[in-house]
């Protein structure tokens, strides 16, 4: 995955917590509880600190590999996860790019089966890698469709 | 009527376009007339003393609404016409405001329903349902028709779905199990749900009737108790047949709505035996099935949806396998040798250790898990859509990872729970490998490739991460990406010294 991925998820943490702990601590210290923000400020700087090692430890476990007959995803810290998924049983392929992914120039693939619980994403490409990687897949899928 | 497509009969077997029965808006507005009625009359009833003319205009009300109704009805079934295309598809046009023109595949057909509500049963109509796979509303629902035409046009449905000519008639039925209602009733009494359900239903009585009294009761009364659930099911599933016929499976249920299903060979995606507990001295198990397009997270209320995924309601254990062979044929399962997970595992998961198992033939993969409610999972290698190793912090910490086979939604979760890791990788890759070469054999399917087996289905998985599994920690910094985009050994996914070979490698093996 390109490191620019970590930046990205790390500035989406910052301007989600960061603003919240502010307006938090804001409140409680004009109810009066100057000693509950600190907690609370105190909290949230150790959960920042954690979701930003965290946060590098995951963009570096994704990771896939193009076999010949299926693709291999590996994803996830806490939570590990390996997906194997025959190119026959591709029932489309996304290449998703959201308003921060975008400014970073990044793009995610996404694979969908039949079934809702495969759960093939491979974030935090640089754009002209994921969609040759889409086609790739799209074309190998359609090569090999197999139905249900 | 705005009906230009496929009006004119042209060859291939297109129909002209047909209304449903006309008695169709008459027997809506009957459905909604007691509804209408308990809901008007009976706050009324409680309210009291406002004299008998109120509950006079409330009659009016209820007629008027009735009649709205049935003039809607009546519009909507003016613009409702279906018909066979010239390219062999189910078409279906509806709607007043918002037309909608419908086209259902039937190549891709998943099932066939003919539901009888209580009243259309009364006087002799059906409704006919068309699943076709997809993911949403991927339904049609026909209403309504006389039920001899219904009948009629699901076998015509099914022969044309099956490629055959469309006048070949209704299939002949072989009835295989008759589920007896006395059967049915005691094993939903012998469930943990109702048991749960019942004593629901008594604190809540006894809470309500405590702080509100007779109003609080008349409340749960109207409101409804949780125990009518499990007499809601009780009523679906009455007299619950399964028959075999050349077009499929055939189950036919129920009280006072009967449906009749028909599903096609081949569309079971996944089976599940459940037993619960107290089944287990009667031997007796619960078939559930996963079928594409029979989502339970279905637009079309619950009752059709959980009718569609239940195989068999109850039967004992021997019956269940031979009603299951149908749909999957030549599975054997009392062949299969199943492994049990490690001993440890009782650490992890204290209640079901002992029914933790996993195993497979030539033909099917079977997991098992649950004490209390003890689920057998069985797909086939050539239905399975992908595979997965899952583990979670409190299994990495007694060295235990998960293997899952992911099905179309539906009921059914196929999961090798705790395995050793190296197991659980071996069994994803060797699963993976059993389904692409089912999937190379179907013949069903359009498995159009040239080569044959590839080289790197001998690659296990232990050579892409080893048996600390799935990515860890303490890679070297990423490295720029150059040349092949997709060269994995620059995505820094796997430990250190332990990269996985590049896909170059792996072609050239």
Redo the contacts between chains.
């Keep these: 995955m390109s490191p620019k991925l970590t930046t990205a998820r790390r500035l989406v943490l910052s301007i989600t917590l960061l603003p919240l702990t502010v307006i938090g601590a804001v409140v409680l210290v004009v109810a009066g509880l100057p000693i509950w923000a600190l907690v609370a400020v105190v909290a949230a700087l150790v959960i920042f600190v954690w979701a930003w090692w965290l946060i590098g430890r995951r963009v570096r476990s994704f990771g896939y590999v193009e076999r010949q007959d299926d693709l291999l995803v590996t994803s996830g810290i806490l939570f590990r996860r390996l997906v194997i998924v025959p190119y026959g049983r591709m029932q489309l392929v996304d290449l998703v790019a959201g308003p921060i992914d975008r400014s970073f120039g990044l793009a995610s693939v996404q694979l969908h089966t039949a079934a809702a619980t495969t759960d093939a994403k491979i974030p935090g490409l640089p754009p002209d890698v994921a969609a040759g990687l889409r086609d790739r897949l799209a074309a190998q899928g359609e090569h090999r469709s197999a139905g249900l | 009527m705005t009906l230009s497509p496929g009006a004119a009969p042209s060859a291939g077997g297109a129909t002209q376009p047909q209304h449903v029965h006309p008695l169709t808006p008459w027997v809506h507005a009957m459905q909604a007339a007691p509804v209408l009625l308990i809901a008007v009359v009976v706050p009324l009833g409680n309210a009291g003393e406002f004299g008998a003319w109120i509950i006079l205009v409330a009659l009016v009300a209820v007629l008027l609404l009735v009649a709205l109704i049935a003039g809607l009805a009546y519009l909507s079934w003016t613009r409702l016409t279906y018909w066979f295309d010239g390219q062999g598809d189910f078409r279906i046009d509806s709607g007043i405001v918002t037309r909608r023109e419908r086209r259902l595949q039937l190549s891709r057909l998943q099932g066939v329903d003919v539901v009888q509500p209580l009243f259309a049963r009364l006087v002799g109509m059906a409704a006919l349902t068309i699943e076709v796979?997809g993911a949403g509303d991927s339904r049609a629902s026909l209403q309504y028709l006389k039920y001899e035409q219904a009948q009629a046009l699901r076998s015509e449905v099914l022969a044309r779905a099956a490629g055959l000519t469309h006048d070949a008639g209704e299939a002949p039925e072989e009835p295989l199990v008759l589920v007896p209602p006395r059967d049915l009733a005691v094993s939903l009494l012998l469930r943990g749900t109702t048991v749960f359900l019942f004593l629901l239903t008594i604190a809540l009585v006894i809470l309500l009737s405590v702080t509100a009294g007779w109003a609080g009761l008349f409340m749960i009364l109207t409101a409804g108790v949780p125990i009518i659930i499990v007499f809601t099911e009780f009523t679906q599933f009455f007299n619950f047949t399964v028959a075999k016929s050349p077009d499929g499976l055939r189950t036919k249920a129920g009280l006072f709505q009967v449906t009749a299903q028909t599903i096609p060979p081949g569309r079971v995606?996944a089976v599940e035996f459940v037993q619960s507990w107290l089944w287990r001295r009667r031997g007796w198990v619960r078939v559930r099935i996963n079928v594409?397009g029979l989502s339970t997270t279905d637009d079309n209320g619950q009752n059709q949806s959980q009718m569609s995924t239940v195989l068999l309601p109850v039967a004992p254990y021997p019956v269940a396998r031979q009603i299951v062979n149908y749909v999957l044929p030549d599975m054997d399962l009392l062949d299969i040798e199943m492994k049990a997970a490690p001993p440890r595992v009782h650490r992890r998961a204290w209640i079901q250790f002992r029914n933790l198992s996993v195993g497979w033939n030539d033909r099917v993969f079977v997991t098992e898990r649950g004490k209390y409610v003890n689920r057998i999972a069985v797909v086939p290698h050539a239905?399975?859509?992908?595979?997965?190793?899952?583990?979670?912090?409190w299994e990495?910490s007694l060295g235990l990872?998960s293997m899952?086979v992911?099905?179309?939604?539906g009921p059914v979760t196929v999961v090798a729970l705790y395995r050793e890791v190296a197991e659980a990788?071996r069994l994803?890759?060797e699963q993976?490998d059993r389904?692409?070469a089912a999937?190379r054999a179907?013949p069903?399917?359009?498995?159009?490739?040239q080569t044959g087996a590839?080289?790197?289905?001998e690659?296990s998985?232990a050579d892409?991460?080893p048996p600390t599994?799935?990515?860890?920690?303490g890679?070297p910094?990423?490295v720029e990406?150059e040349g092949r985009?997709?060269a994995?050994s620059s995505?820094?996914?796997?430990p250190a010294g332990q990269s996985?070979p590049a896909?170059d490698d792996?072609?050239d093996s």
Excluded: K
């Design positions: 796979a995606q594409a239905r399975t859509q992908s595979v997965r190793v899952t583990q979670g912090p990495r990872a899952h992911d099905s179309p939604p990788q994803a890759q993976n389904a692409q999937l179907d069903s399917t359009h498995w159009m490739t590839g080289d790197s289905d690659q998985v892409f991460a599994g799935l990515p860890s920690e890679p910094p990423p990406q985009p997709a994995p995505n820094d996914g796997t996985p896909p792996l072609r």
